[in-house]
């Protein structure tokens, strides 16, 4: 596609359960990035992937959170025994080098 | 990254220019403005970036002040689609390697609604 796709756009856990997000970014964008947005919130940043080298993941909020880009296309943010306040909207973006981000339409967990 | 200041949210008739203000008081030498804004249910959007001179393209104009201090965005004839969350952000531009230098810092952006 022409865009950054990211799957489910929507996703009901149950507290404890564990989640996969995906990304697919721009064909050829070396650099993917991964955001939380709370609601009423801006976007936080999560963690950074140039190809599949994962450069930056200072902005993971604890260590059941964990992102993945094995081959430097495809990307999996993983939650491991969600909780509530893991409710939010996580969005992909992707871009060349040295170029604008494209960011995809999200995902929105909800953990109940 | 630089901090940035915006209003909470701003009104705008239908055809008329929407002017969105930004404060950096505290902005490098190497960074660069950046905007970007989100509508409601979708990912963020790249509008424009500048450095120090003034900066078009077809969705928008910045306009720096000369002591990179603050800018202003402008849309010269809002629709309602324009209707979003307009972040400002600064950070260091495209022609500097290092990147999780590109990762963006959002704040709470300011809310544009213009009405018909």
């Known amino acids: ?112 | 990254d630089a901090k940035t200041t915006q209003p909470p949210s701003m009104d705008c008739a239908e055809g008329r220019a929407a002017n969105l203000p930004c404060n950096h008081s505290t902005i490098s030498g190497n960074e660069y403005v950046y905007w970007y804004r989100q509508i409601h249910s979708q990912g963020p959007q790249y509008i424009i970036h500048g450095l120090k001179n003034n900066e078009t393209n077809e969705m928008a104009s910045l306009i720096i002040t000369e002591d990179r201090k603050s800018s202003t965005l402008i849309l010269p004839h809002a629709t309602l689609r324009d209707t979003a969350v307009y972040y400002c952000i600064v950070r260091v531009g495209p022609g500097r390697r290092g990147g999780s230098n590109y990762k963006l810092t959002f704040g709470k952006g300011t809310l544009l609604t213009v009405n018909p």
């Open chain 1, 1 to 112: 596609g022409a865009g950054v796709s990211q799957s489910p756009r929507y996703k009901v856990a149950k507290r404890g359960q564990d989640v996969a997000l995906r990304c697919d970014p721009i064909s050829g964008h070396v650099s993917l990035f991964w955001y939380q947005q709370a609601l009423g919130q801006g976007p936080e940043f999560l963690t950074y992937f140039q190809n599949e080298a994962q450069l930056d993941k200072s902005g993971l909020p604890s260590d059941r959170f964990f992102a993945e880009r094995p081959e430097g296309s495809v990307s999996t943010l993983k939650i491991q025994r969600t909780q509530q306040e893991d409710s939010a909207v996580y969005l992909c973006a992707s871009s060349l080098a040295q170029g604008e981000a494209f960011f995809g339409q999200g995902t929105r967990l909800t953990v109940v």
